[in-house]
Each structure stands twice: as structure tokens, then as C-alpha cells.
């Protein structure tokens, strides 16, 4: 039975249910009298409804209740409520070993610190008579204390506890939580003997225990199999291959663990946990030697001399690996090795290393024009492409090397760089396409996303990990990089002052953070160091990870590297292995767009003119002059331009230090523009001011909304009644509302729904309203009734579309589709919306990009005939090659 929120069983009241298990469901609860949250386990009725059943139950249970480990999930209470038999235990914060394995296989460091935890719970265990029966990666939570072992739902008590050893010469009674005679257990971990329904001992655990172990190391089932009874023949009669095979510069002594773990009879096994702690406890550290095994029969003695002189020579061949217990690479470590790798890059910081040091990752344009993520091994020639990975620009590792977060269609995704489909974790803000991101090994992604979002790789739960401080200005958080203790990180906090722009380190579960210095840069760590740009010149700073402070002077590695202080992208990268990817470069030049004439079969006029920014063009009604964001001399906030297109007249509209951008022409006239402005110098708050085209007084307000709200024009309905605009709030997804002009000004919602809606624009009769949505996973043109949304809605694009555009007579709607190529669909719009035809015109040298972005980087005269691209600088509609540097073992370089 399911039990609801506010049940209350005793003085424990349900919360919600958390999940369910061998032995029933499990609710988080509250414990009214000792004011604890709880874990409740309402028992199956195969136990409750047998008095026997039940009897051995409550005596099992009493056993298991005093199993007092760090490493054992507390049982507190066993309860009967309104015909209720249920289990209270502690309520745990973290996420299983299956959630993490579904990452990838863990470093091996972790392994080993998760492996000696549960070989000591199992010991303990195992010691007082209780044999679990169902170990498995599910039954392990991993959270900030450790892990822990949990769910002895199928558990066996012995009546008479010894050593498991002695226990397993005899054949005991199964006297198990659930009904005699059954296969128990989860069948990819359960030993042989559980499966042929033989009496069990401790051994069976162990076996559980290697299945688990080699899974942990090398990401894969020890035992697989098409079927069950498949999967059941392999248990019984197949090895799995080394570990070291699978996962190559696995110690050897993890071999040979994993092999007296997995023998087919209990008697070759392991013969206790402890036995199997203390080999564990070895491989971390060969100063500590296993305890001496009980005196042998003198007719083994020289055999056991003999495989002990054998064992002793295998274990002197693997000490290196051992002592360095991570996986073998080529030896790097000689003075610095550059080179450069020719790439072709969508954007200046589109790529990372992996924490291996053995493959570039990197975001380049495919054969059909979209964006997507290569990789590139160092010792090959050849990248390959990720599939599912269009439209973004930030590839991000996971610690194990095997997997890439990135954010494309308004959410962050993760991929498995050997193949297989992305995953979708969270929704990310709309509009944000860098939304960079840092992994740690217990399956904590920090997200970039105005501030930095804390969240569980596996299942895609998210908090908040950092707030903005108001009073110093800060209007986001951006770059995270976790330190190697996996708890702190460091990330950059940017506000329109430059003062309010510093690198603070902070830690997963509090607020509490400290300032280590002020840039307009991301910050990582390397080696001792931290990493940094400053004016275009890469430095490195000895940094105490333990101490979380500077221990010397910053120290010049690189100089011209790419880096725009503007918004603190900086173009480097490095691993934990010691390799460094950088590129050189001016990203203010790289910031420059051109403005190009188009017309209908795709021939282009120009450039006519160059600017730093020139993002979302918007041309006069007359068509003679185009407004656009532009910075002036590529520093401070982008301002309002006017660019008489046949005099080449520039005109400033706005020249405050403030953010002042997404300009829209008044029409049929275009003697006024209304524009957005940043609200008292946060980019988190804006608001729409309108001036005259001719300068000829100050702007004055429009609109403005509530705080930490963002607004953005765009587009004027042509009998000049009301606007329309985008409204988010607080990084939400975007909606689209409107007000008029004329009365109380009053604004009203037109969209508002679960999904991002964005890029509206008015049909000339204002009957009906094209815009993108991502309704439908992508995001598509689409077009629907105003001001009444009820009264129809189409969907005009088929394989994604972005930047929906008409015609002055309303007979056509241009988009940018997903091959980069301007689209033109015949429509009507008098009466009832149809479409008539949709015909493609010709490719662009426009990005395609995976969320939509507030810029649109084109625009159409009247007629149709000629459109007006801004496209970036250095692809002249085409995309830059930009050599990436890689330099093996940088350390080196500070000893020049």
C-alpha cells in the first residue's frame, strides 16, 4: 500500500515516498519526538501477514539493529500501526553506487576508499551472524560521510554466529527475512551457490563484493549475459576478464583481489571480509601487510612457502603501479613537449582537455553546418564526432575521462565519449550558451548558470551551491573548477563594476566562500597552482590546496593568450596529469562582426561595415538605417548604434556605462526606438526605455517590472499600439508578453507556460504572432493567434528554426533553420492562418546554436528581397580554423 504525505505512523509522519525495495516501500519521514528526518520501510505482506514469518522477523531484526558501523545504515525502531508493520532507519542524503556507476567507472583511488568501507561493514556484519544476501551497487549509498550499506532486507541471521569460515563447513537452515527455498538476491551479483539454492554463508557476500568491486573499476558487469538464464550459465561457469584487461594500468594486486572474490567454490574464495579488508588495505598502502593466517598442517607448509615466495615476487613487479595507483599513461614527465593541433573551433574557449591528459575535446561545425563536440586523442590524427551533441559550445569532463557535460536545447546533457545517446539532466537558462561546468568523483556536477548550480550527475536533482552578493554588485557566478579534495571549488564572480569581478573558492554545502583575488578571468587549478589570465598573458600562482591560500608570486607561462577581460572568457585548459591546451589570440578582434547585403539566391555585398558586438540588427522601416548592440572601442557595456546604411553615419542612441541593448524602430516612421536597459547596474534587472532617433531629447522610461526581472523588446505592432517583448525572471524560462501603448500601459502575459518561449514577432496586421518554442524538445518557429493564443497555433519549422522574420505584406515569414540556411514559407495570415509553401534560400555563415539566443543576427527589407547578416569577423561566412597548443608536463616551464 502507498502511504501519502502527513500519515502519521506512531509519531513518525510520512514526508513522501523515496523510493522501494526488497523488503516494501520507503518514505523520508519525520520523527515528531526526537525532531529527526527518518527512512520508513512499510513491510510486504508475505511478512506481515504470517505470524512466523513475522516472529523471525522481529528477532532478525532486533540482530540487525545492533550492528553499530559507520558504514551500516542505522535500523532505530521496528513499528505496527493501523495494521502497518514497518522498519525506521536513518535517513541518508547522497546517491547510490548505481547512480554513480551510471556515470562510468570510478578513479581508482575512490574505489579503493569505497572497497576497504564496505569490506569493513561486511566484517562487521558478518561477525555478528548477519549475512546480507542482496550486495549489490543499489544497496550502496554514497554521500559526505562515506559510504554506507544498506537494505538487509533478504539478510540471514545465523542462530549460533562464529567465524564464517567455520560457519560454512555445515550446511545451516535457511533462516532468512523472507520465505525458505526462494534464489534471493539480485541475479548479475549473486554467488553461485545462491543460485543453484544451496545454503549460504559469508562467502556469498564476498563474491557479491568482487562483482561489485569490478564493476566499480572497470564501469562494466563483471557477469552478463542476453537473458536470465544466460546471465545464470555465465555466473556459474564463465570468468569475467581481469580487471586490468578491461581497464588498462589496473594494478595487478586489483586482480588478484577481484579473482579470490569471484572463485566459483565459496572454499576458494576469500574466507572472511576481514581477510578481504586486509588485502584492500595493502594495495592503498604496501607498508601495511596482512595479518598472519592461522598455522597451516606441516604437509602444506612448503607449498604455502612457496605460493607466499611467488606472491611476494608478483607483488614487488606491480609496487610502482600500486604506489602510483591510477592508470598507466606514457611517461610524460620530461621537460615541456609543445605542439599544436590544427583545429577547427566554433568559439574561442570551446574546449577542454581530459583529466587523463589523453584527448582534446572540441566544438566544430559538421558537414551539414551544425555545431557539435569532437574529440581528438593526443598520439592520433583523427578526431570523431559525439552524436546528439549539436548546438553547443562548452565540453566539459567527467573526473574518470569517459564522459562530457555540455548544455544544448536549454538543458545540460551528459554523453558517453566511447558512444551511446546524450542524456538530458536539468533545464539550464534559456539564452545562456556557455554555461560552463565541473565534475567531481562522487557524481556532483557544479553548473554554471547564473549562479552555480549543485547537481547529482545521475539523476539530475539540483540546488543552488552559490547566491550573488547584492551589495558588491555581482550579477553571476561562471566557471567552476572543483579542487582535488572534490569539496571545494574555485569559480568567478562578475558584476558591471570591475571591482565586484574576483576568483572565490567555496564548498559544497555552505554559502560560506573566500575571496582569493581580483581578475577578469576563470581561475583553475594545476599541480599546486592556480591558473589564471591577466592582459592576455597566462600565469600561474603557487597555491595551497590545504591551506586554500597563496604560498608565492603569480609567475608568466604564456603571453598573448586569448582573453577578453570584457566577460572573462580566457581560452585555457589543463588536466590532472599535467597537460596544458591553450590558444593565443585577440578576442576583442574575434568579437567583431560584419555586416553583409544579401539577396535571394544567397550573392552577399560587402562587408559595409565592421563593429565589435553588432548583435540583434534591426533595420529602419524605410530600410535605410540599422540599429544594433555595439561596444565602442571593445571595452564596457554594449550601447545603441544607428548606422545610416547609404551615408555611413554612426550615431550613438545610448552612451551610458550601463547595459543598454535589443533595439526596435517605432513604426511606419522609424523616428523613435524603444530599446533595454539594465536596472540599477545589475544585468539581472532591466527595463525598456524609449528616445527619439534624432537624439533629440533623453531617453525616458517605458516599462519596468519587478526586480531581478529581465526584459527585452521585441518588435512594435505596425499601427504602433503596443510592443511585445520577453520576460524571465530570476533565470527562468522565457515567456512572451505585450502592452499597449495607449491607457494605463498595463502589461499582460500572452505565454507563459513550462517550456521557453521566445524571439516574438507581430504579423502586419497583428493577427497572428511567430515565435520559438522548444515545446517539442527542439525549438521550432512557431505561429499562433493574437491576442488571443486559443484561437489557433502552427508549426511552421520541421527540423528546428530560430529568428522567425516577415515580410511587410505578410505573405511570407523568413527563419534561420538548422542547416544554417534562411528559410522563406509562403503563408497566409488574412482570416486563417496556412501554409502554402517553404522553400529554402540560401546558406549562411550564422552559428546554428543549440539554445536560442537573445541576439538575432539578421534582419529582411519590406519587400523580401535582400537581408542584412551580421556574421562574426572571422568566419566570413565560413568557420575559422584556430590552432589549439598542448604543452605535456607544463610545470617544466616555470624553471625556464
Same mark, same amino acid.
Given at each position: 500500500m502507498?502511504?501519502?504525505a502527513?500519515?502519521?505512523?506512531g509519531?513518525?509522519?510520512?514526508?513522501a515516498?523515496?523510493?522501494?525495495g526488497?523488503?516494501?516501500e520507503?518514505?523520508?519521514?519525520?520523527d515528531?519526538?526526537l525532531?529527526?528526518?527518518?527512512a520508513?520501510?512499510?513491510?510486504?505482506?508475505?511478512?506481515?501477514n504470517d505470524?512466523?514469518?513475522?516472529?523471525?522477523f522481529?528477532?532478525?531484526?532486533r540482530t540487525?539493529?545492533?550492528?553499530?558501523?559507520?558504514n551500516?545504515?542505522?535500523?532505530?525502531?521496528?513499528?505496527l500501526?493501523?495494521?502497518?508493520?514497518?522498519?525506521?532507519?536513518?535517513?541518508?542524503?547522497?546517491?547510490?553506487?548505481?547512480?554513480?556507476?551510471?556515470?562510468g567507472?570510478?578513479?581508482?583511488?575512490?574505489?579503493l576508499?569505497?572497497?576497504?568501507q564496505?569490506?569493513?561493514?561486511?566484517?562487521?556484519?558478518?561477525?555478528?551472524?548477519?549475512?546480507h544476501?542482496?550486495l549489490?551497487?543499489g544497496?550502496?549509498?554514497?554521500?559526505e560521510?562515506?559510504?554506507k550499506?544498506?537494505d538487509f532486507?533478504?539478510?540471514?541471521?545465523?542462530?549460533? +554466529? *562464529?567465524?564464517p #569460515? &567455520? %560457519?560454512?563447513?555445515?550446511?545451516?537452515a535457511?533462516?532468512?527475512m523472507t520465505?525458505?527455498? @526462494? /534464489?534471493?538476491?539480485?541475479?548479475?551479483?549473486?554467488?553461485?551457490?545462491q543460485?543453484?539454492?544451496q545454503?549460504?554463508?559469508?562467502?556469498?557476500?564476498i563474491?557479491?563484493?568482487?562483482?561489485?568491486?569490478?564493476?566499480?573499476?572497470?564501469g562494466?558487469?563483471?557477469?552478463?549475459?542476453?537473458n536470465?538464464p544466460?546471465?545464470?550459465?555465465?555466473?556459474l561457469?564463465?570468468?569475467p576478464p581481469?580487471?586490468?584487461q578491461?581497464?588498462?594500468?589496473?594494478?595487478?594486486l586489483?586482480?588478484?583481489i577481484?579473482?579470490?572474490?569471484?572463485?566459483?567454490?565459496?572454499?576458494?574464495?576469500w574466507?572472511?571480509a576481514?581477510d578481504?579488508?586486509l588485502?584492500?588495505?595493502?594495495?592503498?598502502?604496501?607498508?601495511?601487510? +596482512? *595479518?598472519?593466517? #592461522? &598455522? %597451516?598442517?606441516?604437509a602444506?607448509?612448503?607449498l604455502?612457502i612457496?605460493t607466499?615466495?611467488? @606472491? /611476494?615476487?608478483?607483488?614487488?613487479?606491480a609496487i610502482?603501479?600500486?604506489?602510483?595507483?591510477?592508470?598507466?599513461?606514457?611517461?610524460l614527465?620530461?621537460p615541456?613537449?609543445?605542439?599544436?593541433?590544427?583545429?577547427t573551433?566554433?568559439?574561442?574557449?570551446?574546449?577542454s582537455?581530459?583529466?587523463d591528459?589523453?584527448?582534446?575535446?572540441y566544438v566544430?561545425a559538421?558537414d551539414?553546418?551544425?555545431?557539435a563536440?569532437?574529440?581528438?586523442?593526443?598520439?592520433?590524427?583523427l578526431?570523431?564526432?559525439?552524436?546528439g551533441?549539436?548546438?553547443?559550445?562548452?565540453?566539459?569532463?567527467?573526473?574518470?575521462s569517459?564522459?562530457i557535460a555540455?548544455?544544448?536545447d536549454?538543458?545540460?546533457?551528459?554523453?558517453?565519449?566511447?558512444?551511446?545517446?546524450?542524456?538530458?539532466?536539468?533545464?539550464?537558462?534559456a539564452?545562456m550558451?556557455?554555461n560552463r561546468?565541473?565534475w567531481?568523483r562522487d557524481g556532483?556536477?557544479?553548473?554554471?548558470?547564473?549562479?552555480?548550480?549543485r547537481?547529482?550527475a545521475?539523476?539530475?536533482?539540483?540546488?543552488?551551491?552559490?547566491?550573488?552578493?547584492?551589495?558588491?554588485g555581482?550579477t553571476?557566478?561562471?566557471?567552476?573548477?572543483?579542487l582535488?579534495?572534490?569539496?571545494?571549488?574555485?569559480?568567478?564572480?562578475?558584476?558591471?563594476?570591475?571591482?565586484?569581478?574576483?576568483?572565490?573558492?567555496?564548498?559544497?554545502?555552505s554559502?560560506?566562500?573566500?575571496?582569493l583575488?581580483a581578475?577578469?578571468?576563470?581561475?583553475i587549478?594545476?599541480s599546486?597552482?592556480l591558473?589564471?589570465?591577466?592582459?592576455r598573458?597566462?600565469?600561474a600562482?603557487?597555491f595551497?590546496?590545504?591551506?586554500?591560500?597563496?604560498?608565492?608570486?603569480p609567475?608568466a607561462?604564456?603571453?598573448?593568450?586569448?582573453?577578453d577581460?570584457f566577460?572573462?572568457?580566457?581560452?585555457?585548459g589543463?588536466?590532472?596529469?599535467?597537460t596544458?591546451?591553450?590558444?593565443?589570440?585577440?578576442?576583442a578582434?574575434?568579437?567583431?562582426?560584419?555586416?553583409f547585403w544579401?539577396?535571394?539566391?544567397?550573392?552577399?555585398?560587402?562587408?559595409?561595415?565592421?563593429?565589435?558586438?553588432?548583435?540583434?540588427?534591426r533595420?529602419?522601416?524605410?530600410g535605410k538605417?540599422?540599429?544594433?548592440?555595439?561596444?565602442?572601442?571593445?571595452i564596457?557595456?554594449?550601447?545603441?548604434?544607428?548606422?545610416?546604411?547609404?551615408?555611413?553615419?554612426?550615431t550613438?542612441?545610448t552612451?551610458?556605462?550601463?547595459?543598454?541593448?535589443?533595439?526596435?524602430?517605432?513604426?511606419p516612421d522609424?523616428?523613435r526606438?524603444?530599446f533595454?536597459?539594465t536596472?540599477?547596474?545589475?544585468?539581472?534587472?532591466?527595463?525598456l526605455?524609449?528616445?527619439p532617433?534624432?537624439?533629440?531629447?533623453?531617453?525616458r522610461?517605458?516599462l519596468s517590472?519587478?526586480?531581478?526581472?529581465?526584459i527585452?523588446?521585441?518588435?512594435?505592432?505596425l499601427d504602433?499600439?503596443?510592443?511585445?517583448f520577453?520576460?524571465?525572471k530570476?533565470?527562468?524560462?522565457?515567456?512572451?508578453?505585450?502592452?499597449?501603448?495607449e491607457?494605463e500601459?498595463?502589461?499582460?502575459?500572452?505565454l507563459?507556460?513550462?517550456?521557453?518561449?521566445?524571439?516574438?514577432?507581430?504579423?502586419p496586421n497583428?493577427?497572428?504572432?511567430?515565435?520559438?518554442?522548444?515545446?517539442s524538445?527542439?525549438?521550432?518557429?512557431?505561429v499562433?493567434?493574437f491576442p488571443d493564443p486559443?484561437?489557433?497555433?502552427?508549426?511552421?519549422?520541421?527540423g528546428?528554426?530560430?529568428?522567425?522574420?516577415?515580410?511587410?505584406?505578410?505573405?511570407?515569414?523568413?527563419?534561420l533553420d538548422?542547416?544554417?540556411?534562411i528559410?522563406?514559407?509562403s503563408?497566409t495570415?488574412d482570416?486563417?492562418?496556412?501554409?502554402?509553401?517553404?522553400t529554402?534560400?540560401?546558406q549562411?555563415?550564422?552559428?546554428?546554436?543549440?539554445a536560442?539566443?537573445s541576439g538575432?543576427?539578421?534582419d529582411v527589407t519590406a519587400?523580401?528581397?535582400?537581408?542584412l547578416?551580421?556574421?562574426?569577423?572571422?568566419?566570413t561566412?565560413?568557420?575559422?580554423?584556430?590552432?589549439?597548443?598542448?604543452?605535456?608536463?607544463?610545470?617544466?616551464m616555470?624553471?625556464?
Amino acid at each position: 500500500m502507498s502511504l501519502s504525505a502527513g500519515t502519521r505512523l506512531g509519531h513518525y509522519e510520512v514526508v513522501a515516498q523515496a523510493g522501494a525495495g526488497g523488503m516494501g516501500e520507503v518514505y523520508k519521514a519525520r520523527d515528531t519526538r526526537l525532531a529527526r528526518t527518518v527512512a520508513i520501510k512499510v513491510l510486504p505482506n508475505h511478512i506481515s501477514n504470517d505470524p512466523k514469518s513475522k516472529q523471525r522477523f522481529e528477532r532478525e531484526a532486533r540482530t540487525i539493529a545492533g550492528l553499530n558501523h559507520p558504514n551500516i545504515c542505522v535500523l532505530h525502531d521496528v513499528g505496527l500501526e493501523n495494521g502497518i508493520d514497518f522498519l525506521v532507519m536513518e535517513y541518508l542524503e547522497g546517491i547510490t553506487l548505481a547512480e554513480r556507476l551510471a556515470i562510468g567507472a570510478l578513479p581508482l583511488t575512490e574505489t579503493l576508499r569505497i572497497a576497504l568501507q564496505i569490506a569493513d561493514a561486511l566484517d562487521k556484519a558478518h561477525r555478528s551472524g548477519v549475512i546480507h544476501r542482496d550486495l549489490k551497487p543499489g544497496n550502496i549509498m554514497l554521500g559526505e560521510t562515506g559510504a554506507k550499506l544498506l537494505d538487509f532486507g533478504l539478510a540471514k541471521v545465523e542462530n549460533n +554466529p *562464529a567465524s564464517p #569460515a &567455520a %560457519a560454512s563447513e555445515a550446511p545451516t537452515a535457511d533462516v532468512s527475512m523472507t520465505a525458505g527455498g @526462494a /534464489i534471493l538476491g539480485t541475479l548479475p551479483y549473486m554467488a553461485p551457490e545462491q543460485i543453484e539454492g544451496q545454503a549460504v554463508d559469508a562467502r556469498a557476500d564476498i563474491f557479491s563484493f568482487g562483482a561489485v568491486l569490478y564493476e566499480m573499476i572497470t564501469g562494466q558487469r563483471a557477469f552478463q549475459g542476453k537473458n536470465q538464464p544466460s546471465l545464470m550459465a555465465n555466473i556459474l561457469k564463465s570468468n569475467p576478464p581481469p580487471p586490468s584487461q578491461v581497464r588498462p594500468g589496473t594494478p595487478p594486486l586489483l586482480d588478484h583481489i577481484i579473482r579470490g572474490c569471484l572463485a566459483k567454490a565459496p572454499a576458494e574464495r576469500w574466507h572472511t571480509a576481514r581477510d578481504l579488508w586486509l588485502q584492500l588495505k595493502w594495495a592503498g598502502d604496501p607498508s601495511v601487510a +596482512p *595479518a598472519p593466517a #592461522a &598455522a %597451516a598442517p606441516a604437509a602444506d607448509r612448503r607449498l604455502r612457502i612457496l605460493t607466499g615466495v611467488l @606472491a /611476494i615476487a608478483a607483488l614487488a613487479a606491480a609496487i610502482p603501479a600500486i604506489l602510483y595507483f591510477q592508470p598507466s599513461a606514457p611517461d610524460l614527465r620530461v621537460p615541456d613537449v609543445q605542439f599544436e593541433i590544427p583545429v577547427t573551433v566554433a568559439d574561442t574557449a570551446a574546449f577542454s582537455i581530459s583529466p587523463d591528459g589523453r584527448n582534446l575535446a572540441y566544438v566544430s561545425a559538421t558537414d551539414d553546418g551544425k555545431n557539435a563536440i569532437w574529440i581528438r586523442p593526443l598520439n592520433s590524427l583523427l578526431a570523431r564526432m559525439l552524436p546528439g551533441t549539436d548546438g553547443t559550445n562548452q565540453p566539459d569532463w567527467s573526473p574518470d575521462s569517459r564522459s562530457i557535460a555540455f548544455s544544448a536545447d536549454g538543458k545540460l546533457k551528459r554523453v558517453d565519449v566511447a558512444g551511446g545517446p546524450p542524456q538530458s539532466l536539468l533545464e539550464v537558462t534559456a539564452g545562456m550558451t556557455t554555461n560552463r561546468s565541473t565534475w567531481n568523483r562522487d557524481g556532483v556536477i557544479l553548473l554554471a548558470n547564473g549562479v552555480l548550480r549543485r547537481i547529482n550527475a545521475a539523476s539530475g536533482e539540483s540546488t543552488d551551491a552559490t547566491e550573488l552578493n547584492q551589495s558588491l554588485g555581482e550579477t553571476r557566478h561562471f566557471t567552476p573548477w572543483f579542487l582535488p579534495d572534490g569539496q571545494h571549488f574555485l569559480y568567478t564572480a562578475w558584476g558591471e563594476n570591475p571591482e565586484s569581478r574576483a576568483v572565490y573558492v567555496g564548498k559544497l554545502g555552505s554559502q560560506d566562500r573566500k575571496r582569493l583575488m581580483a581578475t577578469q578571468s576563470k581561475a583553475i587549478y594545476s599541480s599546486g597552482f592556480l591558473l589564471f589570465a591577466s592582459e592576455r598573458t597566462l600565469m600561474a600562482r603557487p597555491f595551497d590546496v590545504e591551506r586554500l591560500e597563496f604560498t608565492g608570486d603569480p609567475v608568466a607561462l604564456v603571453q598573448d593568450i586569448a582573453h577578453d577581460p570584457f566577460i572573462g572568457s580566457a581560452a585555457f585548459g589543463a588536466s590532472a596529469e599535467d597537460t596544458l591546451v591553450y590558444r593565443r589570440g585577440d578576442l576583442a578582434n574575434e568579437g567583431t562582426r560584419q555586416l553583409f547585403w544579401t539577396d535571394r539566391t544567397g550573392k552577399t555585398e560587402g562587408p559595409i561595415e565592421t563593429a565589435i558586438g553588432a548583435l540583434d540588427i534591426r533595420l529602419s522601416p524605410d530600410g535605410k538605417r540599422v540599429a544594433s548592440n555595439m561596444l565602442s572601442g571593445g571595452i564596457g557595456n554594449p550601447d545603441v548604434r544607428i548606422l545610416d546604411l547609404d551615408r555611413k553615419l554612426r550615431t550613438q542612441l545610448t552612451t551610458e556605462p550601463a547595459f543598454d541593448g535589443y533595439p526596435v524602430w517605432s513604426p511606419p516612421d522609424g523616428l523613435r526606438l524603444v530599446f533595454a536597459k539594465t536596472r540599477n547596474s545589475s544585468l539581472a534587472s532591466t527595463e525598456l526605455y524609449e528616445r527619439p532617433s534624432n537624439l533629440a531629447i533623453p531617453a525616458r522610461p517605458l516599462l519596468s517590472l519587478e526586480q531581478d526581472t529581465i526584459i527585452y523588446p521585441r518588435d512594435w505592432s505596425l499601427d504602433g499600439k503596443l510592443i511585445v517583448f520577453e520576460r524571465f525572471k530570476n533565470a527562468q524560462r522565457r515567456d512572451i508578453w505585450w502592452f499597449p501603448l495607449e491607457g494605463e500601459r498595463k502589461a499582460f502575459p500572452y505565454l507563459s507556460e513550462t517550456y521557453d518561449e521566445c524571439q516574438p514577432v507581430l504579423s502586419p496586421n497583428s493577427r497572428w504572432l511567430a515565435y520559438v518554442s522548444n515545446e517539442s524538445g527542439v525549438f521550432q518557429v512557431v505561429v499562433q493567434s493574437f491576442p488571443d493564443p486559443s484561437r489557433g497555433k502552427f508549426t511552421v519549422s520541421t527540423g528546428g528554426g530560430m529568428f522567425p522574420r516577415w515580410r511587410r505584406d505578410g505573405r511570407e515569414l523568413y527563419y534561420l533553420d538548422s542547416n544554417r540556411r534562411i528559410v522563406a514559407v509562403s503563408v497566409t495570415t488574412d482570416g486563417s492562418f496556412s501554409i502554402e509553401k517553404s522553400t529554402p534560400l540560401f546558406q549562411t555563415g550564422l552559428g546554428y546554436p543549440g539554445a536560442a539566443p537573445s541576439g538575432i543576427p539578421y534582419d529582411v527589407t519590406a519587400d523580401g528581397q535582400r537581408f542584412l547578416l551580421s556574421v562574426p569577423q572571422t568566419s566570413t561566412l565560413s568557420v575559422a580554423s584556430i590552432p589549439i597548443t598542448v604543452v605535456l608536463n607544463w610545470p617544466s616551464m616555470l624553471k625556464r
